[in-house]
């Protein structure tokens, strides 16, 4: 079974942006990590028929009410575990292993800090970034794989515009090669 893993998209927008709809048909479902920002824009992927999803702390208050904080699902034997914010740093990720553990599940993913992180220790840790704003990254989201109880993530870019910081230290490179 294949997923997409996003999180923190922050659109308003009733549609799906045409860089993600044209990847979401090849997954069998989709898994958002909170911080949709909009009613409209949570509608628009449920409407996908597969979405599993938190609400984040941007979410509008009808969503925040819709979705749960955590969730909990099973897919193939492997138990998956989703929260918005877990844990601060992009640095240590101790806390967020220590609430897959809590939780009971195989992998747990996050998301809040809007850039890219797969960790495997004894549980598969996934921030998949942001797709539409990321930071000290480019846009991208994981696809997770599942087969007979084996685990693949890999991040995947996804077209859009990647966070001012990236911009500038690549606009640096090319100055300095120059």
């Not at 989709?30 to 509608?43: E, I, K, L, P």
């Not at 992009?90 to 897959?100: E, G, N, Q, S």
């Amino acid at each position: 079974m294949k997923l997409l893993v996003i999180s923190d998209t922050h659109l308003e927008t009733d549609t799906i942006p045409q860089y993600l709809a044209g990847i979401i048909g090849d997954y069998d479902l989709v898994v958002h990590a909170g911080d949709f920002s909009s009613m409209a824009f949570y509608r628009a992927l449920e409407s996908t028929g597969k979405l599993r999803a938190v609400h984040g702390n941007t979410d509008e208050k009808e969503l925040q009410e819709l979705l749960p904080e955590k969730l909990i699902f099973e897919v193939e034997g492997v138990k998956i575990g989703v929260v918005h914010e877990g844990a601060l740093s992009i640095v240590d990720t101790t806390p967020m292993r220590y609430l897959a553990l809590e939780m009971g599940v195989n992998v747990l993913i996050f998301g809040h800090l809007h850039r890219p992180i797969i960790e495997k220790r004894d549980v598969l840790l996934i921030c998949p970034g942001s797709p539409t704003k990321p930071r000290m990254s480019d846009p991208c989201a994981v696809e997770l794989i599942i087969d007979n109880g084996s685990l693949n993530a890999n991040i995947i870019e996804i077209n859009g515009q990647s966070c001012s910081y990236v911009d500038y230290s690549r606009k640096l490179e090319r100055e300095k090669s120059s």
